[in-house]
């Protein structure tokens, strides 16, 4: 189910099936100036019924907004064979329930989505990329602060990552970075109509950071083949920290002032028991993907982090999964970041679509 039935280049809707490669979407639909509003490392293999099951985030959610607001439409196969058909292709449609939100992050538990309208949007005429080297969490803040001030309208991807993040790049995988040791980094992307204009932007911003000294070290990309190389460094660490040995990850969001403190506290626990801790994400949206690795599972580093991990959070009122959904390992930690209230909502919204628990089962929903 891999075939792209439509797209409407003058509205900019894309009408395809599940099974479609999102990398392979976002090339046919880039031929008529058009983008796929979510961009992740893995879009060269990931399907985008899965990534509307997950509702999954990306570099892009800080300009476009998540799939809640880009999906028009949908298809699914509910647990009695019925097809449901959502696939609208309007903008606005206000007659009844909206009930393909209800599919969009409900991890296949729901039904089985087989088709989706996507709204896409403009392909810039120009990018710009920044790699900037800082010397604390709190200058990433403040960065962040600013370039939403002084590129506001053209500021299109603002990630970050800790020295361990990009250490973990250039030793596993042999990447080279482009500028000196610092301890965090951040990839400033802006996207525009006005090549002129939003480089005179990004380069009069980026000499007044440095005047002021909230940025020691930076460079900007000159063409494509190291724009490639500098997004490489930030897509490309989860990959790099499989070299490691097995890897315990958290993909979470969380308040920005609490947002690297996660990452410090978990650092001081594990200390010498794990080999390294890391954080790296979506500055732009809240979302920290932590990561601790050791050589192979270890019951011990794995007794550390959990339940910790997910106390620490709740205290903290973020979410326990920022973007990958709970699955079954996560599932009974809902709690931590939803009422008992809105979790017996989802079970009873689940009992109506599933009375016979059919779909992906043992998976989202806690046990009674």
């Not at 270890?298 to 973020?318: H, K, M, N, T």
């Amino acid at each position: 189910m891999n075939n792209i039935i439509s797209l409407d280049a003058l509205s900019g809707i894309l009408t395809c099936q599940a099974g479609c490669i999102l990398g392979n979407l976002n090339d046919h639909v880039s031929q008529h100036n058009l983008i796929m509003p979510l961009d992740l490392g893995a879009k060269g293999s990931c399907h985008i019924g899965g990534n509307l099951a997950t509702n999954a985030g990306g570099i892009r959610l800080l300009r476009y907004g998540s799939l809640h607001g880009s999906v028009l439409g949908l298809e699914a196969v509910l647990a009695n064979g019925e097809i449901l058909d959502c696939m609208s292709t309007l903008r606005k449609d206000n007659t009844g329930y909206d009930l393909k939100q209800l599919f969009i992050g409900s991890e296949g538990a729901l039904g089985i989505i087989t088709k989706a309208a996507i709204l896409c949007p403009q392909k810039s005429n120009t990018v710009n990329l920044a790699f900037l080297g800082l010397d604390s969490f709190n200058d990433v803040l403040d960065v962040f602060r600013d370039s939403k001030k002084h590129l506001s309208e053209i500021l299109s991807a603002f990630e970050f990552l800790d020295s361990e993040s990009l250490k973990v790049c250039t030793s596993n995988l042999q990447l080279a970075s482009p500028i000196a040791q610092h301890p965090f980094y951040i990839l400033i992307e802006t996207s525009g109509s006005n090549g002129t204009h939003d480089e005179e932007k990004l380069t009069q911003f980026l000499e007044t950071l440095m005047t002021v000294g909230k940025v020691k070290d930076g460079t900007v990309a000159v063409d494509d083949k190291q724009m490639q190389h500098i997004w490489g460094l930030r897509e490309r660490v989860a990959e790099a920290l499989l070299h490691d040995g097995y890897c315990y990850k958290y993909d979470v969001s969380l308040p920005l002032h609490d947002f690297y403190n996660l990452v410090l506290d978990m650092r001081s626990r594990v200390g010498h028991k794990a080999t390294r801790v890391v954080g790296y994400g979506h500055v732009g949206d809240g979302n920290l993907h932590l990561n601790i690795t050791s050589p192979s599972y270890d019951e011990e580093v794995a007794s550390l982090i959990e339940p910790f991990v997910y106390d620490w959070i709740a205290e903290r009122r973020g979410s326990i999964s920022a973007e990958h959904g709970l699955g079954f390992k996560k599932r009974h930690y809902i709690y931590h970041s939803k009422s008992r209230s809105a979790v017996a909502a989802m079970k009873a919204i689940k009992h109506l679509f599933d009375p016979n628990g059919i779909l992906n089962p043992y998976k989202t929903l806690p046990d009674d």
